[in-house]
């Protein structure tokens, strides 16, 4: 498994993930698809300028267009201040096999090498039982259950939160 930055060429990905009603089940439900290539644009401008780590899952590194989802880690502010979020995605082809995991787990790891994010937060919603599952078996703590917003939309969440430089150990 490897992660590469996202690029222009995952609008096809983007879509599979973002406009699909099961995939996006926990997540307010499917984005319309006209707005995807421009938000691969952004995203892979924003990933290239270092700004967010937006990063494909790819399975075999020796195929780096094949990607199995994204895991993505970026820095907003808050009520209580700046804020690094983690989020994840694998397509349902790839899923149940440990990919999200490990994809996770990887981007933390990398943050704790690079000492740049501070704590990590991630808001899985309540009843997705395999994005809690990541947290909990990567090694999250749980901290409350909360509403967030995910593209204007309100979700019922779980709050975990991770130091990275705890992955590493
Ligand atoms: C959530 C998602 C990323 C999980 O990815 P995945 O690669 O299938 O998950 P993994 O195989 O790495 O499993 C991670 C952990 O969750 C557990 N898990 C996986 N699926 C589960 C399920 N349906 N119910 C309960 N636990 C589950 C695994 O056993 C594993 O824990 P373990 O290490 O203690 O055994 C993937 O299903 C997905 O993208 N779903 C649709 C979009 C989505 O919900 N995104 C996240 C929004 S918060």
Redesign the pocket.
């Known amino acids: 498994m490897q992660l590469r930055n996202v690029s222009t060429a995952d609008v096809e990905a983007y879509v599979r993930m973002r406009c699909d009603p099961v995939?996006m089940a926990?997540?307010g439900g499917p984005l319309p698809r006209a707005g995807m290539a421009d938000k691969v644009h952004r995203d892979a401008r924003e990933a290239a300028e270092d700004i967010a780590w937006l990063k494909m899952i790819v399975p075999d590194a020796t195929c780096p267009d094949a990607v199995a989802?994204m895991v993505a880690l970026w820095a907003h502010d808050s009520d209580d201040g700046p804020v690094s979020e983690i989020?994840?995605?694998?397509l349902p082809e790839?899923?149940?096999?440990?990919?999200?995991?490990l994809a996770v787990r990887t981007l933390l790891e990398q943050a704790g090498r690079a000492n740049r994010w501070g704590l990590v937060h991630a808001f899985?919603?309540v009843n997705?039982?395999?994005?809690n599952?990541?947290c909990r078996?990567v090694g999250f703590q749980l901290l409350a259950e909360t509403a967030v917003f995910f593209s204007g939309r309100p979700l019922k969440s779980n709050h975990w939160v991770i130091d990275p430089a705890q992955v590493l150990s």
């Not at 790839?94 to 995991?101: I, R, S, T, V």
Request: hydrophobic share 45%; aromatic share 8%; glycine share 24%.
């Open positions: 995939m926990d997540l989802g989020g994840w995605m694998v790839f899923q149940g096999q440990g990919l999200g995991k899985p919603a997705n039982a395999a994005s599952g990541i078996s």
